[in-house]
Structures are given as structure tokens and as C-alpha cells.
């Protein structure tokens, strides 16, 4: 904490970079790349919530027609493309370019004109991919993908391989700058928890990405060159989509989780006045995650016809990294037993964060048994688990990341009042979605459905009602972010006493 005051002090002494639009333009300073990237995927976080609220809406109540069956494609497709490739992923890489050279003692990342590329990289794949509002899901199966007709999907899918290339640069660019510029007296075995956990994730992009950026191509190709990779006709198959989309999709998932493990392992000591539990423990279940990451994708894949001897290692692998996920768990309980806690929001949202991760994973590990995905594939349960881990667990570490390190990225304090305010109202929002969501599929209702049968009717307008609440906290915390950067008290020396 005391490196982390001395280097912000330092920061302040230089001009603010969005002081002018050539100083935007042409910033090649980790921390500035950093507040544009966080900024970059907020305002896209802003997007994509617009489209969820338009999705709950319609489904509000039965018969709807709030939107055309086919605008109801495009928003969910771009919508959960949005929340994954351009909010979730780029907010925490945004961080990891704030804090990563801070946190190792280096002036800057090793490659910084490779790190402005790969952010302006970032609003180009966004630009692409809402300007073709593509209606094939945001898993793009084929062949449903390869006869979308119009350009949608073609835009969809050059967006995505813009966003492969911006994160496979970033990620080499923290791999090296963690490898080559450490500080002296920063070590593999006493650097930053949130310093590891962004090295585990490069790997992760590093091995995972240049999958789907080839299956991304060889799309492209069936839908524009006359190729045959998707499609049995031509001696393709639609099953090889799946397993390379599932090879990157479930390290994704990792992808977006594992650098909010460590913002969460750096935000709980500094709020319960104690060092962290078990640092070991924390820095080797990450690398665990990580690995087993990569031994689990087919459970996506279970009713698609895989012969029983094929599931049982995916089964096995996908409980099995569960293990690892608890081990955290209990460091972060570790750290708070006993500690001085401080309940400021961003210590609100970091045990929101632990509590949400905890049935979001426990949701997953249903999931893994063969007969129960059989009965939960393709139904709201599995929607209600992906937003528990992506709206719900990541997304709360965010927004404890953005209380916590707003005093440092602006000099001012944030209104507790309102963060109080906003948390609380937030998630509301959050549990009760996230519950009505998870009865929906354990009552058997498909996702993806435009309009449903009676019977579904009161679960899906609380959820509704709660997409609402959560918008409100949404617009909240912006407002008292952007007020308290203009206005709020100026903050000297340590923000958490």
C-alpha cells in the first residue's frame, strides 16, 4: 500500500491525459491506457445493459411485442457478445494496465505503444460488431450462423477476431512486462496476488484465443468463400464449431474471473487491516484454475451426442476444479477472520463478490453431472448460472474495484452515501434476478424464447422488475462517480485508514 501512494503521488505530478483529445489520442502511459480502457468498457457495459432492459421488457409479460421476433435475435446476441467481449474482459484488463507496473515497480509496461494498439483495438471490434447487429446467439453455432442472411454475422465475426487480436497483444505485453520489469525485491513468491492472477489469465488468452480466432475464420470463409469446415454437405462438421468455440469459451470463463480474484485479494487485507491468508494457498489455486480450465470445455457438449466414455473425463475435471475455487473461498473468509474490518462499499461488494462466486460455482457443479445437464441444457438454469458468475461475481468485483482504486485514479473520495445507496439497491436487483432466472429453468422454460406460456408469467416479470433495479443502480453509481471526479472531497494520503 505505501508503493502504491508513492506512485500515485507521482502520477499526479503529470498532466491528465484527457485534458485535450490529442493527449487521448496519442497516450501510451500504462495508467492512462488503463482509465481508457475501464472507461471504454463501461460505456459499453452501458450499451449492452440498454439491451438487456429492452430483452426483460418483451418478456415482461406473455404476448409481448415490445420488439420484432427478429430485433429479439439481435439483442440477445449482441447483448451477451457485448457483456463478455467488450465489458467484463476489457474492464479487468484495464485494471491490470493500472495497477500491474505499480504493483512490480516498473515506470510503465514493456511494450507501451503495443499496449495504445491493443486498446484502440478495443472500440474498433465494439464499432464492428454493433454496427452488424448479428442474430445467431452469442455462441454463433453453425450452421444457423453460416445462412444468416446480410452482413451481420460477417461484421460480428470480424469485430470478435479485431477483439482476439487486441487481448492475444495484451496479454504477451503483461507477460513480459511481469517477466522482464519486476523491481528489485519483487519476486515470484512474494509478488502481488493480483499481479499472479493477471499472469495465470495471459496464459489463459495466450492458449485459448488463437483457437477461436481460427474458428472465427473458418466461419467467415463457409459463410463468404464457399468453404466446407461447418458443413456436412461438404465434408464439414457443425460438432468442430462447438469444440473450438468450448476450447476458448470455458478458459474464458477464467478469463473473466481470475483477474477479479486477485482485485478481491488485494482489496479484503487492505479492508480487514491483515495481511493476506494463506498467500501460497491463493497464488497456487489460481495456477490450478487456469490449468484445469483447459480439461473442461466439452461439458457444454453433453447432449450432443459424445459417447458416455468421452463426457466422464469432462465430468470429472469439471468438479474437480472446484477444489481449487474453494480453496479461495476460505483464504478470503481466513483474511477477515479477525481482522479490523472496515464496511466501506468496495468491502460490501468484495463479500457480495464471495458470496455470489460461492453459488455460482455451487449452480455449475450441478451442471457437471451428466443426467442433470441432460434435464438443465438450454433452459433458463443455465442462464441464471452464467449471469450469477458474470453479471453476478465479476461484475461485483468490478464495481469493488472502482470504489476502491477511484481515490487513487482521481485524487477525490466517492459519496458513501450514494455507494451505499447504489449497493444496496444493486443487489436486490442482482439476487432476485438471479433466483427467478434459476426457477424459470428448474420449471423447464427454454431460453432464448421471444414470448412464453402463461404458466411462466410471474418469474418473469419479477425478473424484469429486477432488471430494472439493477439499471437504477447502474446509473447511480455512474452519477456518483463522474460527480465526486468533478466535485468530491480531495483525498491526501491513505483512502482506508
Not at 487481448?167 to 509478488?191: H, Q, W
Not at 444493486?426 to 432476485?432: D, H, N, P, S
Amino acid at each position: 500500500m505505501v508503493l502504491m501512494q508513492l506512485l500515485v503521488a507521482e502520477e499526479k505530478e503529470k498532466p491528465a491525459f484527457y485534458s485535450s483529445l490529442k493527449g487521448i489520442l496519442t497516450t501510451t502511459h500504462h495508467t492512462d491506457i488503463g482509465i481508457l480502457y475501464i472507461a471504454t468498457a463501461f460505456f459499453f457495459f452501458l450499451l449492452g445493459g440498454v439491451a438487456a432492459l429492452l430483452i426483460r421488457t418483451q418478456l415482461a409479460e406473455p404476448g409481448n411485442a415490445v420488439v420484432t421476433p427478429e430485433v429479439y435475435d439481435s439483442l440477445f446476441t449482441t447483448h451477451g457478445t457485448t457483456m463478455i467481449f467488450l465489458w467484463v474482459i476489457p474492464c479487468l484488463i484495464g485494471f491490470g494496465n493500472y495497477l500491474v507496473p505499480k504493483l512490480i515497480g516498473a515506470k510503465d509496461m514493456y511494450f507501451p505503444r503495443l499496449n495504445a494498439l491493443s486498446y484502440w483495438l478495443l472500440p474498433v471490434g465494439g464499432a464492428l460488431i454493433w454496427s452488424g447487429l448479428p442474430d445467431a446467439g452469442w455462441t454463433g453455432y453453425a450452421p444457423l450462423s453460416i445462412y444468416s442472411p446480410g452482413y451481420g454475422i460477417d461484421l460480428w465475426l470480424l469485430g470478435l477476431m479485431v477483439l482476439g487480436i487486441s487481448s492475444l497483444l495484451g496479454a504477451v505485453n503483461f507477460v513480459v512486462t511481469i517477466y522482464k520489469l519486476r523491481g528489485p525485491g519483487v519476486l515470484l513468491r512474494n509478488m502481488s496476488v493480483f499481479v499472479w492472477m493477471m499472469l495465470v489469465t495471459s496464459f489463459l488468452i495466450i492458449g485459448a484465443t488463437p483457437v477461436l480466432t481460427a474458428a472465427l475464420l473458418m466461419l467467415f470463409m463457409d459463410r463468404n468463400l464457399g468453404t466446407g469446415f461447418f458443413l456436412p454437405k461438404l465434408g464439414g462438421d457443425p460438432l468442430l464449431w462447438q469444440h473450438m468455440f468450448w476450447f476458448f469459451g470455458h478458459p474464458e470463463v477464467y478469463i473473466m474471473i481470475i483477474p477479479a480474484f486477485g482485485l478481491i485479494s488485494e482489496i479484503i487485507p487492505v479492508m480487514s487491516h491483515k495481511q493476506i491468508f494463506g498467500y501460497g494457498m491463493i497464488v497456487g489455486s489460481g495456477i490450478m484454475i487456469g490449468v484445469f480450465g483447459f480439461g473442461v470445455w466439452a461439458h457444454h457438449m453433453f447432449t450432443s451426442g459424445l459417447s458416455d466414455i468421452a463426457k466422464l473425463p469432462f465430468m470429472a475435471m469439471t468438479m474437480a476444479i472446484a477444489v481449487p475455487s474453494g480453496v479461495k473461498v476460505f483464504n478470503w473468509i481466513g483474511t477477515m477472520i479477525g481482522g479490523r474490518i472496515s464496511l466501506k462499499v468496495p468491502m460490501k461488494y468484495a463479500i457480495a463478490f464471495i458470496s455470489t462466486f460461492f453459488f455460482a460455482g455451487a449452480t455449475g457443479i450441478f451442471q457437471a453431472a451428466i443426467p442433470v445437464d441432460y434435464l438443465f441444457h438450454d433452459t433458463y438454469w443455465v442462464v441464471g448460472h452464467l449471469h450469477l458468475m458474470l453479471l453476478g461475481a465479476s461484475t461485483q468485483a468490478i464495481f469493488a474495484a472502482l470504489y476502491f482504486y477511484f481515490p487513487y485514479m482521481t485524487g477525490r473520495m466517492y459519496n458513501e452515501k450514494w455507494g451505499n445507496i447504489q449497493f444496496v439497491i444493486t443487489e436486490v436487483g442482482l439476487y432476485m434476478l438471479f433466483a427467478m432466472m434459476l426457477l424459470l429453468g428448474l420449471e423447464g422454460m427454454p431460453r432464448r424464447w421471444y414470448t412464453y406460456p402463461l404458466q411462466y408469467a410471474t418469474p418473469n416479470l419479477l425478473a424484469s422488475v429486477s432488471g430494472f433495479l439493477i439499471g437504477i443502480g447502474v446509473i447511480i453509481l455512474v452519477m456518483n462517480l463522474v460527480f465526486s471526479w468533478l466535485r468530491g472531497p480531495k483525498v491526501t494520503g491513505n483512502p482506508w485508514p
